[in-house]
């Protein structure tokens, strides 16, 4: 049978492929990486072919595409070049020159031979990019131990001055060797020329400390020893070879009970946990298990993420963008635009800072790209910023259990053991918790299980054994071993390693050339995002040069594309470095970052990391800025007590301005403890009139903040006294609004309103500022107190205006809150919600969780809209909340939690919770809301209210806030006795009118019409009770429900005999259908349909065709 024509392929140096009638080509790209692969790995799964050459892609679709290549290949070479079906290999007519290196005995024109596949990189395929670098240093160390066995035996041969000559060849191609150190040391001691070997340590000692900071191994130091003394040196051993195999271990061993674990966390749709120290094996275990999930989205953090808010979420959007071909919406590219500038829309320029709504927007945009995903892995969690964990597990926190049809997928992340920041542990400690994430703390590897793994690395039993003992388990230690053995060094007198894990990586970065090791050492103090071009403007190097280096870099399995192959790795570098060296490579990095447009934060880090202080401040005052615009205002002030520290340090009169900015900064959030802390500094700082006045008036916001309306005067009194005559007109306006603060804190509702239009008629001739929109806001805030909200509207909406217009987002936050509380009291509680979300991520966009302020004031406006679940969870957030900066929110959230629950029927604990907050101290203006509450409770026991009222009516006093005496006199019109009732509705339909209180006014007609129809006057019932329905269009009731204004309308109707009535008990039906099912916690759906007295009388009304009552009177 005739033989198939021969084919060659050429894979050292530059690849080619020669046909059998000579013509030649020049594979690239995806064929050529095709063809290498098969050539050094023989027959493989198709699978795994499609998998390796289009990770992106599902199984079927990267499937498709090998099919679509196979085809091409053999149009564009002319011939079958692979053959196989499910398994494929190079066709048997096929030819490789890189068989004859790897056979028994190459000889030394094949030892010669160039780099495997010189030139070629798979930067854009991280997984061929790694298995390029572990095969290029698999043929490098092939090389070096047949070098090694050639010296060898030029001296067994008896030929030392041959074996001498290799030796000092070996040692001028790589003169960090400490092996080949040692060869040389040996042959010269063998030919007496012991003086000269020592003087080759001494070159070694002096190398190895100048460049890599570390010391000789162990067994370099024993030969020196030995020749010193003139001993006898055995005769040299023949080297067995240790196969190297794929430093990624075939299997992964040692990890069963691991992956049963993850398995059922994976069953229960758990947020799956892993720890470990570095390199115990995390990532591996991941990827093994993720993989045998499904299809895998891979993101990571690095060191410096921490730096830059929103770092690790940028990296994670290109990452999750890039792979599924997401097409985000307009409304989406333009808020992205701030993190991500190429999503502009175009003739657009990226946005400048961020929108209102950025959490909402990156969430929406990376579940787009989840939307294929069976799972997502988080590497490195220990490295990301804070925006970035508080945005991604407000996405993941949302969804529960993970993997649902429609929902999110499974999540899997790892971290280092005790690394994890303390924000981020409380995250996932919370979650454990709850049952709804699995910890596992990855431990290091049996004996047995180490054994094993070195096994399937093929290294020798009898060293395997050594190996494993001095491991400890831990499996990169192994990995280095083997590494070391490979290469032909790492192996003392008993056959061991060095015991350290950092000496072994030392050493094979001892074997590295000059350009090499300063291309590593910078990439190294870069940490993240290094490239060649970076590297080399840094080293100031020819690009050409670094280039080479890099590719080096690769070859020995320190770099992986534009990242270290492991973080250990970077470390190792980072401890060689001398500090000279290291502070003017920080500076490099600096000045490079500084051309390249970086984060002003990782720039003033370098610059301190450099020992230049001073260069370093005015970055972090960018840094400041850029944070603040990020909306993260804790970040903010961390770069001004840096920035305030250099500046104190070097004498330098901005430091009092960046600690009182940094007070500034932290008055926009609610940690009382930190906002005190940063005052302190401020006021030990003041020295001149103007410093001193400006440290109390930021004691006094405290003080305010905290309901201490006493000391909170004192403070502004006495900054008003430190500023005496000077002119100062904006702190001096700041200073009286803040008094009016306090005035009205007090209850001295004139004084307050005196000192506040004061404060506002210095500050307007100043022009748009945030001093005039605080001034306006506070006013409003008091003029609100005095119920005249219509006209407080108007000053909230003038300084939610100044805000916007000056950018200024965290004030705004502060007073979109207020104006959603004035909206709310005026019945626009649709307006007011739409307000407090607003406020909510303006404001919460810093804080690590949202604010209990905001729980608080999220779950009121729920109520007040009949969404009871929603209200109940904000009171629940409000309480499990650690920071109460008032001293007396937690008892006050738990009074209106009590009044929820009194809603929803379930009396004994809302009892108990509301009982809870009249012990305590919340000021007597919200206690009284409490008596309130305790009252209606009784109402709907059917049990005597006069008590709960009575004290109601002495907190409510002789000059009660009319929409608190409103909410009291709906809660008396409840009475059974019809005058009682009729007078209280009439008092509370009065004083809604004339303060302008629309959703007051609804309650009160409604609970009027009732009076009015248990007193036989039905046609005036139902008047009001249309009323109260037309006003519904409008208004949310105050102190009732939707579903009683349409049971009271159905009540008056259906006595008048109006044939509407039937309509209006469907809608009353529709209500509590809605109500029911969407808006009350399912573990009290009972109690809410058997207790809640409009509940149960629309129930029965449904049933019989008739209302039997409200309540029993």
């Not at 060659?8 to 140096?13: C, D, I």
């Not at 011939?79 to 048997?92: C, D, F, K, M």
């Not at 990452?319 to 657009?348: I, K, V």
């Not at 250099?646 to 009169?653: K, S, V």
């Amino acid at each position: 049978m005739k033989e198939p024509p021969t084919w060659r392929l050429f894979v050292l140096g530059e690849p080619r492929l020669l046909a059998p009638d000579g013509r030649e080509t020049r594979p690239e790209g995806k064929p050529l990486a095709l063809l290498a692969y098969l050539a050094l790995e023989g027959t493989v799964p198709r699978s795994r072919l499609a998998g390796l050459l289009w990770p992106e892609r599902t199984e079927t679709a990267a499937r498709n595409n090998l099919v679509q290549l196979l085809r091409r290949m053999r149009i564009t070479f002319g011939g079958e070049l692979i053959t196989g079906q499910e398994t494929l290999s190079l066709a048997p007519s096929i030819e490789v020159d890189v068989r004859r290196l790897l056979k028994d005995t190459p000889t030394p024109a094949e030892l010669a031979a160039d780099t495997l596949l010189a030139g070629v990189r798979f930067d854009d395929q991280l997984d061929l990019a790694d298995w390029l670098a572990v095969q290029r240093e698999r043929l490098d160390a092939r090389r070096a131990r047949e070098m090694a066995r050639a010296v060898t035996r030029a001296e067994e041969a008896g030929d030392l001055g041959g074996a001498l000559v290799l030796a000092r060849r070996a040692l001028a191609l790589d003169p960090l060797s400490e092996e080949t150190h040692r060869r040389l040391m040996r042959l010269l001691y063998l030919v007496g020329a012991s003086s000269e070997a020592l003087d080759v340590y001494a070159e070694l000692r002096e190398r190895l400390q100048g460049e890599l900071r570390t010391e000789p191994m162990p067994e370099t130091r024993e030969l020196v020893a030995l020749i010193e003394r003139g001993g006898t040196i055995p005769a040299a051993r023949p080297i067995s070879p240790v196969p190297l195999a794929p430093l990624q271990p075939p299997a992964l061993t040692g990890r069963e009970r691991e992956l049963a674990r993850m398995q059922q966390a994976w069953d229960r749709g758990q947020f799956i946990i892993i720890s470990g120290a570095p390199g115990m094996g995390k990532s591996r275990l991941a990827a093994d298990f993720a993989a045998s999930q499904g299809r895998v989205l891979w993101v990571e953090a690095r060191p410096g993420d921490s730096l830059v808010p929103y770092t690790t979420t940028i990296r994670s959007l290109r990452r999750g963008l890039s792979l599924s071909g997401a097409d985000l919406p307009l409304e989406l590219r333009r808020p992205l635009s701030f993190l991500l500038p190429e999503l502009a829309p175009p003739g657009e320029t990226p946005a400048m800072t961020a929108d209102a709504g950025l959490h909402s927007v990156i969430q929406y945009a990376f579940a787009l790209c989840l939307t294929d995903v069976d799972v997502c892995v988080f590497d490195d969690m220990q490295f990301a910023d804070n925006a970035s964990v508080e945005v991604g597990f407000d996405l993941i926190g949302a969804v529960f259990p993970m993997g649902q049809p429609g929902g999110l997928p499974h999540f899997i992340a790892m971290h280092r053991e005790n690394e994890l920041p303390p924000y981020t542990a409380a995250i996932f400690e919370r979650l454990v918790v709850a049952g709804q994430a699995d910890w596992t703390d990855l431990a290091p590897l049996s004996g047995a299980a180490t054994r094993q793994l070195l096994t399937s690395l093929n290294v020798p039993a009898d060293v395997a054994d050594g190996l494993a003992r001095a491991s400890g388990g831990h499996p990169l230690f192994v990995l280095e071993g083997v590494r070391a053995l490979a290469s032909g060094g790492g192996i003392g007198g008993s056959g061991g390693v060095s015991p350290k894990l950092g000496q072994m990586i030392g050493d094979r970065l001892a074997r590295l050339s000059k350009v090499a090791l300063h291309a590593t050492r910078a990439s190294a103090v870069l940490r993240r995002d290094f490239t060649p071009e970076l590297v080399a403007d840094m080293l100031s190097a020819p690009l050409l040069e670094v280039l080479g280096a890099w590719d080096e870099l690769e070859a020995a399995q320190i770099l992986a594309g534009e990242r270290f192959h492991h973080d250990l790795v970077a470390e190792a570098v980072l401890e060689g470095i001398p500090p000279t060296v290291l502070r003017l490579l920080h500076r490099a990095a600096a000045r490079v970052l500084a051309d390249e447009g970086a984060a002003a934060a990782r720039i003033a880090w370098h610059w301190r990391q450099g020992g230049q202080d001073l260069e370093a401040a005015p970055w972090l005052l960018q840094a400041r800025e850029a944070a603040r615009a990020s909306l993260r205002l804790r970040e903010a002030a961390a770069h001004l007590e840096e920035a305030a520290r250099i500046f104190e340090a070097q004498g330098d009169p901005r430091a009092f301005g960046a600690w009182r900015q940094r007070a500034e900064d932290l008055a926009l959030t609610d940690d009382a403890e930190a906002r005190q802390a940063s005052v302190n500094d401020v006021l030990e700082r003041a020295t001149t009139p103007t410093e001193i006045a400006q440290a109390w008036l930021l004691q006094a916001g405290l003080f305010s903040a905290r309901n201490e309306g006493a000391r909170a005067e004192s403070a502004v009194r006495r900054g008003l006294l430190a500023l005496g005559d000077h002119d100062e007109s904006e702190l001096r306006a700041n200073l009286l609004g803040d008094l009016g603060t306090a005035l009205w804190t007090q209850g001295r509702l004139a004084e307050a309103e005196a000192a506040l239009r004061e404060a506002v008629t210095v500050l307007e001739p100043l022009g748009p500022s945030s001093s005039l929109a605080g001034g306006l806001s506070n006013l409003a805030v008091v003029l609100d107190h005095q119920d005249r909200h219509r006209e407080a509207e108007g000053l909230h909406r003038r300084a939610v205006e100044i805000l916007t217009g000056l950018g200024d987002l965290g004030h705004l936050a502060v007073i979109l809150r207020n104006l959603a509380v004035c909206l709310s009291e005026l019945g626009d509680v649709r307006g007011g919600l739409e307000a407090l979300q607003r406020s909510v991520t303006l404001h919460d966009a810093d804080s690590q969780d949202t604010s209990a302020v905001s729980h608080v004031l999220l779950g009121i406006t729920h109520a007040d809209l009949g969404e009871y679940g929603s209200a109940v969870q904000h009171f629940e957030h409000a309480l499990s909340a650690e920071l109460d900066p008032s001293g007396w929110l937690h008892d006050y959230a738990r009074g209106c939690l009590g009044e929820v629950l009194v809603t929803l029927g379930d009396f004994g604990r809302a009892e108990a919770l509301l009982r809870a907050a009249e012990a305590s101290g919340i000021p007597n203006s919200y206690r009284g809301r409490v008596h309130v509450a305790l009252a209606r409770l009784a109402f709907e026991r059917g049990q005597d209210p006069a008590a709960a009222l009575e004290q109601a009516e002495a907190l409510v006093g002789e000059a009660p806030r009319p929409f608190a005496l409103g909410r009291l006199r709906l809660v008396q019109a409840l009475s059974c006795e019809p005058a009682q009732a009729h007078a209280a509705a009439r008092e509370a339909l009065e004083t809604a009118r004339r303060h302008e209180l629309g959703g007051l006014e609804l309650g009160a007609h409604t609970r009027l019409a009732r009076a009015l129809s248990r007193a036989g006057e039905i046609q005036q019932a139902l008047l009001h009770a249309e009323q109260a329905a037309h006003l519904l269009d409008t208004f949310e009731p105050a102190e009732l429900s939707r579903g009683e204004v349409l049971l009271t309308l159905f009540e008056a109707q259906q006595a008048a005999g109006s044939a509407d009535a039937v309509a209006t008990l469907q809608r009353a039906g529709a209500w509590l259908e809605q109500t029911t099912e969407k808006h009350v916690p399912p573990s009290l759906k009972e109690a809410f349909l058997i207790h809640n007295t409009v509940a149960r009388a629309i129930t029965q009304a449904q049933q019989q065709g008739a209302l039997t009552g409200l309540e029993s009177c």
